[in-house]
């Protein structure tokens, strides 16, 4: 039996091969082998034990047949044998080759398939976020300012008293410092100057002054710090958008159809406004404008006849600040009081945004909670 199995440990003298169709025929019967253990080696581990046994130096047994057929062979077998022997060579050393380069790439597929990133599955969403509603309004109110000759100026939110008060018509002992004197930065001994967090926007005017002549058309959109308790209607810091617009001909009537102008722009066309007295160090004469309520519609009562809460009765709400620009301010940007005119207008953002959007708390504005900052996507 282990002749049979394993013919090529005999010589052919062995194995009684004394005809070349003999040799022919044990050939035929080695290569069956070959590819029956080919077929039969499928692993990698397999195909290693596979190829060794076939062609390794020493006992392989492509080693066997040169060593135990050819070199014995007789004289007249020895052509045949080695014609044989070459064929076979080829035949093993072609599939052995093939099979190694099958068994890499499909190694390669596996881990291909293990790191494969499939593009068509959800993937994982990320919330992207979106302007805080204060950045909306302020974006809202630049575009209609925008869009009749203001251009967009900004000021620093530490200021020196010069640019917050003085500049501003109010100096040291003026009472209005009372209601404004803020936040004072704690500076080292001998600092040229103190410094505060600006109590308004107003500063940017003189700034604005300070750069350019006549025409001046300009909004400063920032925030503003002022010593208040935090409650419902209050915070020590809130936004504010200062307008300004000085030239050689600008009349009360300018002013007032600018305010209306952007009030209808940014609540609707119904919306009623009117101005009241009011002071201001520097604007003079100096006004408070009101709007009509938009919750009640200007009529103080809710449509069942109870007072509407947010006016409180009144239909009207008051909005900001503003006045003809007081012509002592022009001498502090070395502007001509008897050339140029203007007016000014300082508008409190958080509260405009409350009123449109119906918020009843402005720390709501502050708090950063994602359930409220969703609604205004
Ligand atoms: N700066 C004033 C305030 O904060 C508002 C204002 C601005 C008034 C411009 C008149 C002109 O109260």
């Known amino acids: 039996m282990a002749t049979q199995e394993n013919p090529t440990e005999k010589t052919l003298d062995q194995l009684g091969a004394a005809q070349p169709e003999q040799v022919t025929a044990l050939f035929a019967e080695v290569r069956r082998k070959f590819d029956q253990n080919s077929a039969a080696a499928q692993d990698e581990p397999a195909f290693k034990e596979f190829r060794d046994s076939w062609l390794a130096r020493k006992s392989g047994i492509l080693t066997q047949i040169t060593d135990n057929w050819l070199k014995p062979a007789k004289v007249d077998l020895k052509r045949v044998v080695g014609q044989e022997l070459n064929a076979l060579k080829a035949h093993v050393q072609e599939i052995i080759t093939q099979r190694e380069s099958e068994l890499s790439s499909a190694a390669g597929d596996s881990v291909s398939a293990a790191e494969r990133i499939d593009l068509s599955l959800p993937g994982v969403t990320r919330p992207i976020g979106s302007h805080h509603l204060i950045r909306q309004v302020f974006q809202e ?130 919306v009623k406004t ?60 070395n502007y001509d009081p008897k050339k140029v005119s203007g007016f000014a207008f300082g508008i409190g953002i958080d509260r405009l945004a409350m009123m449109k959007y119906e918020i009843d708390d402005i720390q709501v504005l502050f708090q950063n909670d994602v359930r409220f900052l969703k609604q205004f996507p």
């Open 141 to 270: 109110i630049e575009d209609i300012f925008v869009s009749i000759g203001f251009s967009v100026a900004e000021g620093p939110e530490i200021e020196t008293p010069y640019y917050n008060f003085e500049a501003l018509n109010i100096p040291e002992h003026h009472p209005v410092r009372d209601d404004m004197d803020t936040f004072y930065l704690d500076l080292p001994k001998g600092a040229a100057t103190p410094l505060l967090l600006r109590t308004h926007t107003s500063p940017v005017q003189i700034r604005s002054m300070e750069k350019r002549q006549p025409p001046v058309r300009v909004i400063a959109p920032g925030k503003v710090y002022r010593r208040d308790n935090p409650d419902a209607t209050h915070s020590f810091m809130f936004h504010q958008i200062e307008g300004l617009a000085v030239d050689t001909d600008i009349t009360f009537c300018d002013f007032t159809g600018t305010i209306e102008y952007f009030i209808r722009q940014f609540f609707g066309a119904g």
């Open 274 to 333: 009117r101005f009241r007295p009011s002071y201001f160090p520097f604007t003079e004469p100096s006004v408070e404008f009101d709007m009509s309520c938009i919750f009640c519609g200007g009529s103080g009562a809710n449509a069942n006849g109870t007072t509407c809460s947010k006016c409180k009765g009144a239909g009207w709400i008051e909005l900001f600040g503003a006045g003809m620009v007081d012509p002592a301010v022009y001498g502090f940007v």
